[in-house]
């Protein structure tokens, strides 16, 4: 408890790393919208392991089965449950992990919770629970589609590398997925770097909403910027998130943040498109610190359940940077947060949007 | 909707900056805990305006009356509701702003979500909205008292100036609210600046708890870092929240942010307390990206309601930054969150911690 | 925890029977509804004690004040928190039940529960709780009728008489609040006898919805049904609800339970007006079983914090029927739950219905 | 939105009658609990059609499959999603029903609803939703063993034949489950009667919990009769609900209901078991009415979506009488609601029960 996010658009994912499956049932989709399930695949696939040398190697053809709350190609408005079967599972022996918590990793946080753990590769606190997250993000773009609402995003830092350009089109043409053709290189670059020093890098993944009208989000606690806040911390291995402006405002004055609004536009962007947690009609900007990836080759001590330690180092290739896979799991949060401030508002309301 | 934060220690706030006054309910406050009332209002106090030259000079006494929930000094288990009243509700006149949108503010996006607004003050959206927050918190602060846990905070940047020491002892000793008392001095002047300049200047405040046991927060939706970012970035006037080392561990590498765990310790804290969203028992630190306030003496254009534009400043003396009353709403939202992650974790294990 | 009602329409009470007050928060009135606070007041006195001979003679003005969320005569949107002060706290000494668990009331089971209780008049468990309900169900109803859905309700059986009329227009015509005015004196005489009998009778309320629009109530979990069971079985002295035909249906056969629709209306009405969890267009029909009220002057046995037993009986004057106080209780659950409704179903097509 | 029940032990179901399969998420049940598959099962196999010459003779093997959070035969504290497959789903043409709305049944109010339907058999209003909720409850029984709470119940009136005895061991020993095996045998030749006269039959079904200690059952809103309330009308074809005395109370005074306790235990249990909304100690007992199952041989009219009506009966065999088959659903209903309940009362205790 509890592994759902949203009021109105729920989303609840399940699974762990090396069980049976994971995936993920949708409450609150609205009846007649067309469902292509190669949108969702299309989605599934983005973050599939395996896509280039910069990601992990482990094989998953993520094939997404749609259980339920779809007919006729057509949402019915009851839930929808997606699955996705584990398929390389079983392909590692995970024994030497039973009794050792990997350094960064949420093994010792997870024993100490619930007293039992899986093991296995993670189990629960494995990325691979976004699965689900992506499976649902792909059904909220649809739904956002019929109010012409649509997401970008790509990864717009990597160590020192940062993207000083937002050609969005740019962002599926470099294993990065970084919106700066020239910027992705140097990332490739640190990333390859990275992963050849046993090591891994952070990065930042920046997430746009165009379209977005000026109403969605919920004071006080429910405003746009909070829940998009829980949307992506509660991704694997992020450790921040600003809208608009963010830390880099602090350095400003009140006069330039202010996002003067004249002619039915602003500006400037400052409040990344939200007002008093609101939207105000501007895109919606945020940005999402993505912490360097806990699995590396290089040797660290470890503790162990004895409560000693020893040498640890994962085997194996993990992705030596997450940004890339991030990006589109960030944007399904990203759609999931905002169908959700979308059905809220049409209850306020009591009109399409 | 929806006015209220958390699962099992829910805090609705409620009231309008200009109305009858602003308040709280919390609901699921344990029983059986001393409530000594002077210490909510030592909280609200912390908040209150025109505690000093670099605050707002609104005169509000802020007086609390617990309503409910307390019966011969102890929590009764039942909700608690808090009340304050507005006493310089009446001094202005606020009909100038009826037909203007303030630069910054949320006047525009409350219009085109509500369709109609409380046009004195920012309504709700106002920061006194943040005194239930408070007093909420403070009940917070003395359950989690009960099993040793505390919660510090402090302004540790102020434009470009920032703070290289963490005195939580020096916090009250100035208006800044800084836990370094030289970097103090230049955020003051920094401050006072903005202010002659008729302008304002943004901030960081950095909340941490201490005494967080390993296991509070749930994966995968509910996790500590997500409720936090939810909680931080549901404050008004916030735009960015990080982790432990958030976004400055970008440019590092995975050996040395993985916070290697020796002999029941962990050796660095980037994580900032939390691992898969679960406190690992190192001190919970979060930052949080306070706007440059938006209520600036500087003329700048306003949209009308009628379409056009017009001139705006606003009079009168505001907060030329944010950051020395966030700090007591931001400590009371840090409590208000774990309050809530350790009555989840109380549940799943069914024991005190 | 918890002491809230519905999901986007959020009723959450606050209050002791002898403490400051008694009140209520809704979260989710949507924005731009007139009120008229003599409506809201027109309701709690319909609830208030000592009306009549029939009903307890506490003396209670139950002023209702609106703390916030109106603004100019309308609702702005935001929480509107209401607060009744208790007056006559002070007129007893309630020392002598300090130690002993009333028969019937719930002071063994919130001992048990929270460890502390506020003996005091039955505390949070009072009937005094409803003040709360019935002045959120004064909103609801306000918005309801924009769409010209409205609710009637009266006392239908007292002890063994059952009246067999529905004229709704009778029910503020007499003290039992009987919509027969024949049964009403029957009913009348059932419960004097009780009174002077020193003991207590029971009764049944039903709840009437007229204009509910097909579409509203939400499978599986929160059919209308199902949360207008929750409704019921939350106010104080309910033990049974029952939807249209309810028990009395055991007996027949789907041939005639099945309420054949022809013409665009149902020819009968077994499923009061929700089929498969959904309001169908036909009256939404509810009815209450009331408990022969706790509080009675006869001597019973109590058993006492100690573990033994004494001889208790209740001094002063309490209603010895609850229904005629009920009546208006359950109208406000009634609209509470339906408003709930109503949102999601705006929520869900994003239409005004 | 929404099919989820509960806060802590949050049950979702999915799945249509005819789509791919029918499922549950469990959310928040607490790890460490052993988990034999075929205890789970053996729940569904007392729910699945088949049983009897009693019940419906759709053939469905209701072989469930443990998608996730389970591992080693233990629980992990993270969600459970299981699932089972429609085997027989596509057996029939169900072409038929597309422009009809069959009397009794949700079709017409899912139609207006959600302006789309699944028209096979009943979709998500079918009783085959109830998979979802039998294999959740056989969970919540799994943990409230630990405590030593358990669920029993059976169909305790058909028609106007009513059960005199409680021999809860005769439950499975009969195709009504019924706890009186002399009433058994008429309320079989009822069921019989009718099916062969091409009608249904409704009847009562009693579910008794044992061993619940005092205490649990939130007030006010959340009280433990307004969640079993809830808990049960959200079961197809139901439309009452009563605890302990129930609506049989009415026609009796406070002296008789008041359930004096002595020396540790209450005389009588009028209140079943719930004393201002929070267990009492004593057997928690709930009482449903069960509707005559509105799939019938007999000709009704039915409305068409042109408008007009058309003569119409259902072929097949269906349930004459659901209450058989409404018996595990409901003991599973009573064990979710417990569970929940008992997870509350730990976060707010901090201690095992």
Redesign the interface.
């Known amino acids: 408890?509890?592994?759902?996010?949203g009021?109105?658009f729920?989303?609840?994912?399940?699974?762990?790393s090396h069980?049976?499956?994971?995936?993920v049932?949708v409450?609150?989709m609205?009846?007649?919208i067309a469902v292509d399930p190669a949108a969702i695949q299309h989605e599934l696939d983005r973050r599939r392991p395996g896509q280039s040398a910069l990601t992990t190697q482990r094989k998953e053809a993520d094939q997404v089965?749609?259980?339920?709350?779809v007919?006729e190609g057509?949402?019915?408005?009851?839930?929808?449950?997606m699955?996705v079967r584990n398929t390389d599972a079983r392909s590692r022996d995970y024994d030497t992990l039973k009794d050792v918590?990997r350094?960064?990793?949420?093994d010792?946080?997870?024993w100490?919770?619930?007293?039992?753990?899986?093991h296995r590769g993670g189990?629960?606190?494995s990325g691979r629970?976004t699965v689900g997250r992506v499976a649902a993000g792909a059904l909220a773009r649809l739904a956002l589609a019929t109010v012409n609402v649509s997401v970008v995003g790509g990864t717009v830092?990597?160590?020192?590398v940062r993207a000083t350009r937002r050609d969005w089109d740019q962002v599926e043409q470099n294993p990065v997925r970084c919106p700066d053709a020239e910027a992705a290189a140097a990332m490739a670059r640190a990333i390859e770097a990275?992963r050849d020093?046993q090591?891994?890098?952070?990065?930042?993944v920046e997430i746009v909403a165009r379209g977005v009208?000026?109403?969605?989000?919920?004071?006080?606690?429910?405003?746009l910027?909070?829940?998009?806040?829980?949307?992506?911390?509660?991704i694997?291995a992020?450790?921040?998130?600003?809208?608009?402006?963010?830390?880099a405002?602090?350095?400003?004055?009140?006069?330039?943040?202010?996002?003067?609004?004249?002619?039915g536009r602003h500006l400037t962007n400052?409040?990344?498109g939200?007002?008093?947690?609101?939207?105000?009609?501007a895109e919606v900007v945020v940005r999402v610190?993505?912490?360097?990836?806990?699995?590396?080759g290089?040797t660290?001590?470890?503790?162990t359940k004895a409560g000693g330690?020893a040498p640890f180092a994962i085997e194996g290739r993990h992705d030596p940077c997450s940004c890339p896979r991030v990006v589109p799991v960030a944007e399904a949060m990203m759609a999931v947060t905002l169908m959700d401030a979308w059905?809220?508002?049409?209850?306020?309301?009591?009109?399409?949007?």
């Open positions: 408890m509890s592994s759902s996010f009021r109105l729920v989303v609840t994912t399940f699974g762990e069980g049976a499956g994971v995936g049932v409450d609150g609205p009846p007649g089965e749609i259980l339920s709350g007919f057509m949402t019915l408005g009851t839930p929808i449950a699955l918590f350094p960064g990793h949420a010792y946080s997870y100490q919770k619930y007293g039992v753990r899986d189990g629960r606190s629970e830092q990597v160590g020192a990275a020093d090591d891994s890098v952070g990065g930042v009208p000026a109403g969605w989000g919920d004071p006080t606690m429910s405003k910027d909070a829940m998009l806040g829980a949307a992506m911390l509660s694997p992020t450790k921040g998130v600003e809208i608009g402006g963010g830390f405002m602090i350095e400003r004055h009140g006069s330039e943040t202010n996002d003067v609004f004249e002619n400052f409040n990344g939200i007002s008093g947690g609101i939207s105000n009609g610190a993505v912490r360097p990836a806990t699995s590396i290089k660290q001590s470890a503790a330690s059905l809220r508002q049409r209850a306020l309301r009591g009109r399409e949007a």
